[in-house]
């Protein structure tokens, strides 16, 4: 994702804990002339200068977590462990050890003069929620960058934050169709799972979503004041619409505004029961930014299939 930013010419402050990863990543800017833009710091970013966090660990398998989301992993160790377990890191004249870095000096440090961030993207497999959390403290008292758009996984994200950055901080949430399988838009800019040339009604799954909505797995959210998923009995087809043709995302789904944190409890619970958590889009743009200028259309038409297609044959 760093490369990808990079590519596009953005300035890029890169966490990466694996030192291995952290030096192909320098390695992979200097040889695309792009070194000037990047700073990596190999790391693990701490809220609050947690002690367990901010000191020293080891990190002799390269990896620094053994089989964590390492490419052969699946069904076993991955080749680097099998070929160099213990000894990978100084095999390869790498750290032995990772230290933390405080997560407000990084959001500054990202910030620089400009005191603004355009990108914020948060995905590390558990420390989501408490990252999200102290941005949204930070920006409550006025000691945070300005950050116009953020990509976060929904790793124990408090629904409570979430509410507050969408109606307090006026963020627009839009959900990613990842790990969502009600939905698969072709390259042709139609649904897969519909019958051919249509958009099909996304409720004619209601029916079988009713237990897994409710079901409480690894990736449920946390219960914040005993709240769980569909807790009030309205399901997230109440709660989201479909967008299709935002900027270059083919489709996504927005989170409708105003959203309480009973509905936020709901919206964060995985779509496919137990499956991966949701990513999500937190951006300043307002809708009528989002969304390009289309046909007028009947009221609560916004967003819709229709509308997108109306403007595209325009």
């Known amino acids: 994702m760093s490369a990808y930013m ?8 890169s966490v990466e804990p694996a030192s291995d990863f952290a030096r192909a990543l320098n390695e992979t800017a200097a040889v695309n002339c792009w070194a000037d833009r990047l700073m990596v710091y190999n790391a693990r970013a701490c809220v609050g200068r947690e002690p367990r966090c901010m000191a020293p660990s080891p990190c002799k398998q ?28 100084s095999h390869f ?32 497999d558990g420390p989501e929620g408490t990252w999200l959390k102290r941005l949204e403290q930070l920006l409550s008292e006025g000691a945070a960058p300005r950050v116009r758009a953020m990509i976060v996984e929904g790793s124990r994200l408090d ?20 790990h969502d399988e009600r939905r698969s838009i072709t390259r042709q800019g139609w649904d897969a799972y519909s ?25 449920s959210p946390p219960r914040v004041h005993g709240m769980v998923p569909v807790g009030d009995n309205v399901s997230r087809f109440e709660l989201e619409d479909e967008w299709f043709g935002v900027r270059a995302m083919r489709h996504v789904f927005r989170v409708k505004p105003g959203m309480t944190a ?26 009528d930014q989002l969304l390009p200028a289309m046909k007028p259309m009947a009221a609560g038409a916004s967003g819709s299939p229709e509308r997108w297609h109306a403007a595209h044959d325009a």
Not at 199 to 219: N, Q
Request: proline share 6%.
């Open 93 to 124: 004249g790498l750290p032995q050890s990772v230290p933390g870095v405080d997560f407000d000096e990084l959001l500054w440090t990202a910030a620089g003069v400009r005191g603004e961030i355009d990108l914020l993207k948060m995905d590390a």
């Open 159 to 178: 629904p409570t934050v979430l509410m507050r950055l969408q109606s307090v901080h006026n963020y627009t949430v839009l959900r990613l169709d990842e």
């Open 6 to 13: 990079m590519q596009l010419g953005s300035h890029v402050v």
């Open 262 to 287: 009973q509905g936020w409890t709901t919206i964060l619970q995985p779509v496919i029961r137990c499956s991966y958590p949701g990513q999500y889009v937190l951006t300043l743009d307002t809708e």
């Open 195 to 219: 019958p051919s040339g249509t958009f099909a009604r996304l409720d004619r799954f209601r029916d079988e979503h009713v237990s897994p909505d409710r079901a409480r797995c690894k990736y």
């Open 62 to 89: 390269c990896s620094c977590c053994g089989r964590c989301w390492r490419w052969g992993n699946v069904n076993g160790p991955s080749q680097v462990s099998l070929n160099y377990g213990e000894n990978c890191s």
